[in-house]
T-cell receptor
Framework: GIQVEQSPPDLILQEGANSTLRCNFS?????LQWFHQNPWGQLINLFY???GTKQNGRLSATTVATERYSLLYISSSQTTDSGVYFC???????????FGEGTQLTVNP | NAGVMQNPRHLVRRRGQEARLRCSPM?????VYWYRQLPEEGLKFMVY????????ESGMPKERFSAEFPKEGPSILRIQQVVRGDSAAYFC????????????FGQGTRLTVV
């Protein structure tokens, strides 16, 4: 099956800093989504981005499908951004999502 | 996403008991997916269902686990004779026919086996 690797595994920031999270995948995909899992365990859709660039407030994402990677940018980070960020991809052969192991982000005040 | 409803949010079972987890998809969604998240890990696919049909159950353990999505009512994930290793967060996601893979997740059910 497809492999999804996220980096870095852990990231600690001071409030106001910017960061870039990376997701590499091993094969062509139909779909790529970014999720934020907050400290209470809830999964929040951030972006549905099989290709191109999208922006939503302080967050933006870019997927370069031909090079099999996606980037999530967080600008002016806030303590509420803390949690785990997951990248998930859908293989061309099926409808399931395969998740990476996540990036644990901690934003300190 | 608040539109996908899972219950209960927390479930405690003794070893050997049965656990039933329920998932009501978002309105208009006919596809349901179940994922399991073990502590400190990412989510792993378990099963994909459409109304009255299991489409892909390749991620389900062969024994003790079953899932259904009846014509009426929520999708049910059933775990028989639970063991401590079943302790995990179980997430349900739903998607629509036209965007089968833009999945929205429920808040999860946290199962603890004591």
């Amino acid at each position: 099956g497809i492999q999804v690797e996220q980096s870095p595994p852990d990231l600690i920031l001071q409030e106001g800093a910017n960061s870039t999270l990376r997701c590499n995948f091993s094969d062509s995909v139909n779909n790529l989504q970014w999720f934020h899992q907050n400290p209470w365990g809830q999964l929040i859709n951030l972006f549905y981005i099989p290709s191109g660039t999208k922006q939503n407030g302080r967050l933006s994402a870019t997927t370069v499908a031909t090079e099999r990677y996606s980037l999530l940018y967080i600008s002016s980070s806030q303590t509420t951004d803390s949690g785990v960020y997951f990248c998930a991809v859908e293989e061309t052969s099926g409808s399931r999502l395969t998740f990476g192991e996540g990036t644990q982000l901690t934003v300190n005040p | 996403n608040a539109g996908v409803m899972q219950n209960p949010r927390h479930l405690v079972r003794r070893r050997g008991q049965e656990a039933r987890l329920r998932c009501s998809p978002m309105k208009g969604h006919s596809h349901v997916y179940w994922y399991r998240q073990l502590p400190e890990e990412g989510l792993k696919f378990m099963v994909y269902l459409q109304k009255e049909n299991i489409i892909d159950e390749s991620g389900m353990p062969k024994e003790r686990f079953s899932a259904e999505f009846p014509k009426e009512g929520p999708s049910i994930l059933r775990i028989q004779q639970v063991v401590r290793g079943d302790s995990a967060a179980y997430f349900c996601a739903s998607s629509s026919w036209t965007k089968a893979t833009e999945a929205f997740f429920g808040q999860g059910t946290r199962l603890t086996v004591v």
